[in-house]
Nanobody, 119 residues
Framework: QVQLVESGGGLVQPGGSLRLSCAAS????????MGWYRQGPGKQRELVAV???????NYADSVKGRFTISRDNAKKMVYLQMNSLKPEDTAVYYC?????????????WGQGTQVTVSS
């Protein structure tokens, strides 16, 4: 099993920055992809950024150039550096581990951390 705990959310003014952290415990396989999703008020959960075990990254168009995802496999951590924040970035941000074993997909989620961008 995998347990994920996010931290680093909070209230920030437009144009500000936040760094989210996600600590993983349990069995983290080196081939697992790790990522961040978010769910804004009245919206569906959406992908923000993902990073593979090899370090390849993918970002939602809305955050490209502003957000950076990184991971530390030794520490079982994944981070999301968020710069130039906008009010539309307001959401609950969830950490995710995605695993494929023998053709079956497994997803693990944290409890979420609130990010509010407002003046």
């Amino acid at each position: 099993q995998v347990q994920l705990v996010e931290s680093g959310g909070g209230l920030v003014q437009p144009g500000g920055s936040l760094r989210l952290s996600c600590a993983a415990s349990g069995s983290i396989f080196r081939l697992d992809a790790m990522g961040w999703y978010r769910q804004g008020p009245g919206k569906q959960r959406e992908l923000v950024a993902v990073i593979t075990s090899g370090g390849s990254t993918n970002y939602a168009d809305s955050v490209k150039g502003r957000f950076t995802i990184s991971r530390d496999n030794a520490k079982k951590m994944v981070y999301l550096q968020m710069n130039s924040l906008k009010p539309e970035d307001t959401a609950v941000y969830y950490c995710n581990v995605h695993r494929t074993v023998l053709g079956l997909n497994y997803d693990y989620w944290g409890q979420g951390t609130q990010v509010t961008v407002s003046s």
